[in-house]
Structures are given as C-alpha cells and as structure tokens.
C-alpha cells in the first residue's frame, strides 16, 4: 500500500500548468459607439478588451485575481471597423515568481465579404495578489507545444528587457542626483 502524503492546498496551487489551460476567446461587435472621430474603432476600445481577456487567462493559471502591472506592447496593424466581429484570443507566455505576461491576438472579420484580418498584438503584464492585495507567487508554467515554447523565450526576452531597462533609468537617475539635481519621486511602478 502507498504511504505518500496528499499534497497540501497550498502545493496544489502551485503546481506546474500547462499554457493551454490558460486560454481565453472573447468575441465582440463593434458598434457606433466604439468609433473615433475618423469612424474607425478607437484604439482604447481593443485595449480595454484586450486587457480583459488578458487578465481572464491570468487569473485562469494564477488561480485567482491579477493586476495589470503594464502593457509592454499593443500593436494596431490593420484598423477595424464598425460591424467587424472582434476576437480576442489570450493566453500565458510566460511567468516569473509573482507576475505573468499575457499575449493577446486580436482578429477582426468583417462581416460582409467573411475576410479575418489580423489587426492587433499585445501583451500586458499581471501581478497574482492575495487578500490583501499582495503580490502572490503563481505556478510554473508548461509550454508543451513548438509554438508555445516559442511565445515563452520571447516572454523572457520581453521580461529581461523590461529589468535591464528600469535598471538603466535608475541608474541615469542616481548619475543625475549625483550631479546635484532634485531627487525624483521613485516606486517600482516607474517605467
Ligand atoms: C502590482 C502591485 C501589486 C505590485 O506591487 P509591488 O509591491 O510593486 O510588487 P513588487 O515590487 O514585489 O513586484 C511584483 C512583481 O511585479 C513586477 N513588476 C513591478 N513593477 C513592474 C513594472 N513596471 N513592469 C512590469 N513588471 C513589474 C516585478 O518584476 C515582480 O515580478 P516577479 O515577482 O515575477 O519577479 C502594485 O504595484 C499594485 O497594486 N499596482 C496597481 C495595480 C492596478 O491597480 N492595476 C490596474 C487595474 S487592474
């Protein structure tokens, strides 16, 4: 007979999680109401979707809520259209020991000739919290497929940029307060 212990909650909350179970689809029609002035969907529209969806596939692998701490990069490459139908897909590229980057991939059909445009990528970064809102740590993730261990090197290219460059502000700020100029207000939510 087996004598191994069960794992605890807390262990089982930070069991390694495949990529796949973290994947979201949020569809939408754009309406009148999500156009800019130049009668297009305005750019904030998507994000704002985008960022849900992202958050969604976060809290999905974290197993509870997750901040948005940044958005590394929304690129918008074909406009959409009122009357398309938006689709969001979102899923965890990689993780850290609190936070996670999401990319999302935002499709626009438009509904009268059936074409799929890739209009937009993103990624966004969440932090898991606990009760009190404190950073919580999340689980390794597991890239199982060639594309998925693709999108997790670039997370950590994106990841190891994103350290190297507030180093490098932070560093320039020291030299510029070294030199006699006013100290600035400083937190690690500076770019
Ligand atoms: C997100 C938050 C909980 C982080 O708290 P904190 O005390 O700064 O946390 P830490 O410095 O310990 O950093 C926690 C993680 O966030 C990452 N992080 C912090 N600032 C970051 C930034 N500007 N960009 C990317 N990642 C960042 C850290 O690298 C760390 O990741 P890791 O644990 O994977 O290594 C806090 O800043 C917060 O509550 N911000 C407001 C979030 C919010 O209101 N979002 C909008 C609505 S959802």
């Known amino acids: 007979m087996g004598t191994e212990d069960a794992p605890t909650p807390a262990a089982e909350a930070l069991a390694p999680r495949p990529a796949s179970a973290s994947h979201v689809v949020l569809s939408q029609l754009m309406e009148v109401t999500d156009a800019n002035v130049l009668g297009n969907v305005h750019g904030g529209v998507l994000m704002r979707l985008a960022d849900t969806a992202a958050a969604l596939a976060a809290a999905k692998h974290a197993g509870g809520p997750c901040v948005t701490v940044s958005v590394d ?32 991939r935002i499709e626009a059909e ?3 000739t059936g074409e799929v445009v890739h209009a937009s990528s993103a990624y966004f970064v969440y932090v898991a919290i606990d009760d009190a809102g404190r950073p919580r740590p999340v689980p390794p993730l597991v890239a199982e497929t060639p594309e998925e261990r693709r999108r997790q090197r670039e997370a950590e290219m994106r990841r190891a940029n994103r350290i190297r460059h507030r180093e490098e502000l932070e560093r320039a700020r020291s030299a510029a307060e070294a030199q006699g100029e006013e100290p600035a207000a400083r937190g690690s939510m500076d770019p």
């Open 73 to 104: 990069q929304m690129v918008f490459r074909e406009p959409v259209h009122v009357g398309d139908l938006v689709t969001f897909r979102a899923s965890v590229n990689g993780v850290g020991t609190t936070s996670l980057e999401c990319g999302v």
């Open 110 to 112: 438009r509904l009268r």
